[in-house]
């Protein structure tokens, strides 16, 4: 709940090399990861799931900070997806700043 509104809520998933596959920057996007979601917990308690780190690359080689958010799940709404996106994108600001 944020401000009394239902949010889906959002789950980080970082790759890494682990699978063989050249992925030099993986600790890089996991530190920015981390530091979003640091600020999202600060802002909006509960917004973020635990993070996955996989051993995968799902394209996050391609650039630095690269990452895949997961949105809500198969319970939630559309509305609740898009209030977790104004969320993340307050958190994004202040990030940013």
């Known amino acids: 709940m ?3 509104q239902r949010v889906a809520q959002l789950m980080f998933v970082i790759g ?3 699978g063989g596959s050249e992925h030099p920057n993986w600790v890089q996007n996991l530190k920015v990861a981390v530091k979003i979601q640091e600020k999202a917990n600060e802002m ?3 917004l973020f799931r635990s993070m996955i780190v996989r051993n995968s690359r799902y394209n996050q080689h391609v650039a630095k900070g690269a990452s895949i958010i997961e949105v809500g799940a198969t319970a939630n709404t559309l509305e609740e997806c898009l209030l977790s996106m104004q969320c993340l ?3 994004m600001e202040e990030v940013c700043k």
């Open 2 to 4: 944020v401000n009394g």
């Open 16 to 18: 890494t090399d682990g």
């Open 89 to 91: 994108a307050n958190v």
């Open 44 to 46: 909006y308690p509960g």
